[in-house]
């Protein structure tokens, strides 16, 4: 047990008694460190502001969406969900809770006092305030009543009120949508951009409204988001969903689904198994420099164990064994570059979080702790594996050569 | 003790066999004072190396304290050095980024002793050779015969049945050389086991018995008569 304590202090020393050379050996390995700190804080501050931008929609959120591809974009002949597909959901599943049709409005541009805006307005139901997880910062959601009535009234992002320049508390407010008049009863909670996109700019009205003032909706698409009622159901609802909408949409057997059943997770995982590559990609290049540093590392433990030949005889001659040489040689390998990785976590963790401030709106760099503790591993690794050539090349020393070496 | 039989050691040297030690019968008993004498070449530094178990024979045993090594691994003699031998060099061979106390522990570190214990026998050691207010002073911050005399202190903090000195005095004044061969005399009266090698017959004259190496063969073997102050 002793040993490795002896050796340990031994290593230091001798590190110490070079500190120039010791960080300038560390270098590559810091740099090396430093980097894949810097890269992987930056991807995983992003990756994970944009899961907890996707949290509110939990994993038994499931999204009806009608599908095309390029032929039907480049035909015209594009498929979109109808009412009938909604009311298959709401009457015709079991298992499903919540429905929630989003129809998308192009109602036009919206008006306060003058100021023109052109949001995304949004046909939705009471069931969206849950099955989206939006929420309201001032006044309420739309409502039951507001469907059945088919009132005209609005629920806006912030982006919406700020632009437009409406008060602070803007429920009561009337808003120009198109060629129709909405009060306005509630404003949504700031959500914040995606990918550059603010997710603010939006305008909720209830469905019922959206339907009737888009008429025909072929120039309108629409999503339904619905939640199931237990989880462990999800693929059966999903199933039984896929069956229902076929008979729905009248799909003859063979025939290719004109549709899709999304999990509302589904894109944060897309997007976060992109970012684990990217960060694999970038950490496997960045992991190339930490060769690099440990073959600096091997080559100059190389010079230090020629320079020290004498010292090596010497302590062979006091009692050291091949064992006790390997091992001081090793534990001084490991430890600088050790420290090369330990200043490279900290200075990346730095580099990280400049690089997050730099650039607007970006989410602040995080570094999960096992990132760390494996960039600290690995950079010790990367010192024991290079120095084992060095420190057997000390350890096979032959006594009285080494002593007589001038 | 010391018993060797019919040792010989062949040195590969390119294409040539070097003969260094053609033939050597020697029996060291406990307590001697022996000088190992001889010009350059003549295979007493081998032989030195061999007695110190820093080298094997290519033929016949060694038989140190009733053990033979001339069969021993690598592994064994560095445990046979650490227990057995303690050794003085012309050019002290000091550690020179450590301080004369760290100098002295250091063969106990192969003994996995308990760190207090090493620093009080090696502080022990060094008073015994009157170092004792140079402690923590480093090699280049000590005189030539400081640093002769840290060299004997390591040299027998492990209490070794032999001290071997290769020319310890080569480096010194003759003032400070006398220094020297004082403490060697002084532990040879408390019972130390002295084998010298040297080619200065005045520090051969300090001994009790005078071996004479040449081409590899004992050729002379005898106790000085009278022993110098």
């Known amino acids: ?406 | 003790m010391i018993e060797l039989k019919g040792i010989v050691k062949r040195y590969v040297l390119g294409d040539e066999t070097v003969l260094a030690l053609a033939g050597i019968d020697l029996f060291v008993a406990r307590n001697e004072y022996v000088a190992l004498i001889g010009p350059s070449g003549s295979g007493k530094s081998t032989l030195m190396n061999l007695i110190g178990c820093l080298d094997s024979p290519s033929e016949g045993q060694y038989i140190l304290n009733g053990r033979d090594t001339s069969a021993l691994s690598e592994q064994e003699l560095a445990v046979v050095r650490n227990r057995e031998i303690g050794f003085v060099f012309q050019s002290f061979h000091l550690l020179p980024r450590q301080s004369a106390l760290q100098n002295v522990m250091q063969p106990l570190v192969y003994r996995r002793m308990s760190p207090s214990e090493r620093r009080d026998r090696a502080a022990q050691a060094l008073r015994n050779v009157g170092l004792s207010d140079r402690l923590d002073h480093r090699p280049n911050q000590l005189s030539g015969g400081q640093r002769q005399r840290v060299a004997v202190a390591r040299a027998l903090v492990g209490e070794p049945s032999i001290l071997l000195a290769d020319e310890p005095t080569g480096n010194l004044d003759s003032r400070t050389s006398s220094e020297i061969m004082g403490l060697f005399d002084a532990l040879h009266a408390l019972g130390q086991t002295v084998v010298l090698v040297t080619h200065e017959p005045d520090i051969a004259a300090h001994c009790q018995r005078t071996i004479r190496v040449f081409d590899g063969l004992i050729v002379e073997d005898h106790p000085n008569p009278a022993r110098a102050a």
């Open chain 1, 1 to 406: 047990m002793n040993v490795f304590a002896e050796a340990f202090s031994a290593a230091l020393a001798s590190l110490n008694a070079h500190r120039l050379r010791s960080f300038l050996t560390t270098l590559g390995i810091l740099i090396g460190t430093m980097a894949v700190i810097a890269v992987v804080s930056v991807l995983q501050g992003f990756s994970d502001s944009i899961s907890n931008q996707f949290s509110d929609l939990g994993s038994n959120t499931l999204t009806l969406a009608a599908k095309n591809d390029q032929d039907n974009f480049r035909t015209g002949q594009i498929n979109r969900l109808t009412f009938e597909d909604v009311d298959a959901l709401r009457y015709k599943i079991s298992g499903i809770e919540r429905v929630a049709p989003i129809l998308r409005a192009p109602l036009g541009a919206t008006l306060y006092k003058g100021r023109a805006v052109a949001p995304q307005i949004q046909g939705a139901t009471e069931e969206a305030q849950d099955v989206l997880g939006v929420d309201t910062s001032i006044g309420r959601f739309l409502t039951a009543s507001d469907e059945k009535n088919s009132r005209r009234v609005a629920v806006i992002g912030t982006d919406v009120n700020d632009q437009l320049r409406m008060p602070r508390d803007p429920v009561g407010e009337f808003l120009l949508i198109g060629r129709e008049w909405f009060r306005v009863v509630g404003l949504l909670e700031k959500r914040g951009e995606i990918f550059g996109f603010s997710q603010d700019n939006r305008i909720f009205i209830p469905f019922s409204v959206a339907r009737s003032l888009t008429g025909t909706f072929e120039r309108s698409s629409m999503e339904v988001s619905f939640t199931v009622t237990n989880l462990t159901e999800v693929n059966q609802v999903r199933e039984r969903t896929e069956r229902t909408i076929r008979a729905t949409r009248k799909l003859l057997p063979g025939k290719a689904n004109d549709f899709e059943i999304k999990a509302a997770d589904s894109f944060v995982r897309q997007f976060n198994s992109i970012t684990a590559t990217a960060t694999a990609v970038l950490a496997g290049i960045v992991g190339i420099s930490l060769l690099v540093g440990g073959i600096g590392i091997m080559n100059i433990m190389l010079v230090s164990v020629t320079e020290r030949t004498r010292e090596i005889g010497i302590l062979k001659a006091l009692g050291a064994t091949r064992r006790d040489i390997l091992i001081q040689f090793l534990l001084e390998a490991a430890l600088l570059s050790l420290l090369g990785g330990l200043i490279g976590i900290v200075l990346g963790l730095l580099a990280g979080m400049g690089i997050a401030s730099l650039i607007p709106n970006f989410p602040p760099a995080h570094v999960p702790i096992w990132v760390m503790i494996a960039a600290a591993g690995f950079s010790a690794m990367v010192g024991v594996v290079f120095g084992i050539a060095p420190a057997s090349k000390a350890a096979a020393l032959d006594p009285i050569e080494a002593l007589r070496y001038e």
